[in-house]
């Protein structure tokens, strides 16, 4: 898929919820599912969904994450 197929469907899917002819909740799992896309063949990071959590981190950028946080919790 290419990357202005992707935006397509975002845009469609954003124009869907600003219309109301979707929920919110519905609005967020299109989302996420054309987020994934994304991420698997644009940016070769192939994400990891914590079910527990609801939180949503790629395999890459977990330690960048935890990095991150680390750094702005020594700045308090």
């Not at 869907?16 to 609005?27: A, K, P, S, V, W």
């Not at 959590?53 to 890459?60: Q, T, Y």
């Amino acid at each position: 898929m290419s990357d202005l197929r992707e935006s397509a469907m975002l845009r469609e899917l954003v124009s869907d919820y600003y219309n109301q002819l979707i929920t919110f909740e519905e609005y967020r799992a299109q989302r996420n599912i054309i987020f994934d896309i994304i991420d698997e063949e644009i940016n070769g990071v192939v994400p990891v969904h914590d079910k527990d959590n609801d939180v949503e981190v790629a395999n890459n950028d977990a330690s960048l994450i935890d990095k991150a946080i680390s750094f702005f919790k020594k700045s308090d």
